[in-house]
């Protein structure tokens, strides 16, 4: 857990319980993002929590929240890679649309509270139920999609720079595999790139290797 404070332009640890990748990757990783984001975000005091764990369900891998002057962003690392740079640079996408003053809650005509959305600044805003609006069809939520790119962007660049590590985890994990199997099976970051039959197949492969059948 680390947080990256804009306005000192430096990234803090206030915790270190996720030692998965070294502190110094996960700071290149949000400069990077950072630096693909629109620029009022970058006078914004940030918090950023990488939070090890059993991890969300489905699109539920971050929050965003405000405290006080400080935006705290949660993230569950607990997919690939370039799956979590895409969770960080959505959750900026709700930060920036705080920042931007897009987004209010209140009660409509009738008295029903909801929250009050704007596509851009000083446009008109339209109320939203919060409860029967499904989540893809919120309109932050496609407002924070629309930058979840600049974390796929970003994870590209580190890795084309042959800057992103192997974790600590799937290197223990490579290397068991090895002593017991001869081979080990692909890191999450290699299963990314490939079409979801190759890694079904894959997954099935290993999972008959594990349980001690013949794949
Ligand atoms: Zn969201």
């Known amino acids: ?30 400069e990077e ?14 918090q950023i929590e990488l939070r090890a764990g059993a991890g969300g369900k489905g699109k539920d891998l971050g929050e965003h929240f405000v405290h006080g002057n400080k935006h705290i ?17 959505h959750e900026l996408g709700h930060a920036l649309h705080h920042v931007l ?11 029903e509270f909801g929250w009050f959305w704007r596509e851009q600044k000083n446009g008109p805003e339209v109320w939203y139920d919060y409860d029967k609006t499904p989540w893809n069809k919120r309109p932050w939520e496609q407002f924070a999609m629309r930058y979840e790119k600049h974390g796929i962007a970003a994870f590209e660049h580190l890795k084309s720079e042959g800057l992103v590590p192997e974790s600590r985890s799937e290197s223990h994990r ?35 290797k594990r349980k001690g059948l013949d794949p």
Request: charged residues 30%; aromatic residues 10%; positive net charge.
């Open 1 to 30: 857990m680390y947080s990256y404070d804009r306005r000192t332009a430096k990234v803090r640890f206030i915790r270190r319980r996720f030692k998965d990748y070294e502190p110094e990757f996960w700071e290149a990783l949000v």
């Open 33 to 46: 993002i950072l630096n693909r984001m629109p620029s009022p975000l970058r006078r914004v005091n940030l």
């Open 73 to 89: 962003i949660h993230v569950v690392p607990g997919h690939s890679m370039k799956g979590t740079a895409s969770t960080i640079a």
């Open 101 to 111: 003053g897009l987004k209010r809650s209140g009660k409509n005509e009738a008295g």
């Open 174 to 208: 490579k290397q068991v595999d090895l002593e017991m199997y001869g081979e080990a099976a692909p890191t999450m970051e290699e299963l990314a790139d490939l079409p979801p039959a190759k890694v079904r197949e894959i997954f099935e492969y290993w999972q008959a």
